[in-house]
Structure formats: structure tokens, C-alpha cells
């Protein structure tokens, strides 16, 4: 079985057929009880691969406890840019031009 995928997670060295119709799996260090490979079926080796794969359209960094969305805490945390975007939608007169909405904060105003 050849891997051809370009900066995989599973090296190509750690990975061999072996007879009859196996992938055998060399680990860079060994598990606690001694193990050093681990034997597949393909279809196993497939599904183990397929596992790794982040689902589409997803966030792979998910955010817990008071960085959650809906924390009760995080307005406390992150600071006031609901009410920054809330305050440049208002309404203004007609002559003077809107600004644009800044979606991200300066580096400067994260670090303080």
C-alpha cells in the first residue's frame, strides 16, 4: 500500500505491507507495555487514517469555558468589541461619510 499524500501525519518509513494483505505500522516510541507496531487490515488503517481528517467547515481550535460563545464570563474576558461594532452600525447623517468597521483588533489593543 503506497501513501502519496503530501505532509501526511504518518510517515511513509513507519508504514510497510506485509503479507498476507497487512499494513504494519512501526510507532516512533514504544507504548508502556513494549508494543513497537501495530498490524492493520487496510480498511482498519483507512478508517484510522479517515479519523484524523477535521470535519468541513469547522473551527479546529474549539473554545471552552469563559472563551465559550455564550460564557457568561466572556464579556468580562475579551472586552468590549460587541458594543465597539454595535456603535459604528448606528444610524448617522446623511452628509458624513461611515467608517469602515474594524472586524479585528490591533495587536496593541489585545496586548492591553
Known amino acids: 500500500m503506497a501513501l502519496k499524500v503530501r505532509d501526511s501525519p504518518v510517515s511513509r518509513s513507519a508504514v510497510c ?3 498476507p ?3 504494519v505500522y512501526r510507532l516512533r516510541h514504544p507504548w508502556r507495555d513494549g508494543t513497537t507496531e501495530v498490524v492493520f487490515d487496510p480498511l482498519d488503517f483507512i478508517a484510522h487514517l479517515a479519523a484524523l481528517i477535521p470535519p468541513p ?4 481550535v474549539r473554545y471552552h469555558g469563559v472563551f465559550a460563545p455564550a460564557a457568561r464570563l466572556r464579556s468580562k474576558i475579551v472586552g468590549p468589541q460587541n458594543q465597539i461594532l454595535a456603535s459604528s452600525m448606528g444610524h448617522k447623517a446623511p452628509g458624513v461619510k461611515k467608517r ?3 472586524r479585528n483588533l490591533l495587536w496593541a489593543e489585545l496586548m492591553s
Do not use: S
Request: hydrophobic residues 30%; glycine residues 8%; without cysteine.
Open 17 to 19: 505491507g506485509h503479507p
Open 21 to 23: 494483505l497487512k499494513v
Open 57 to 60: 467547515r469547522t473551527n479546529l
Open 100 to 102: 469602515p468597521v474594524r
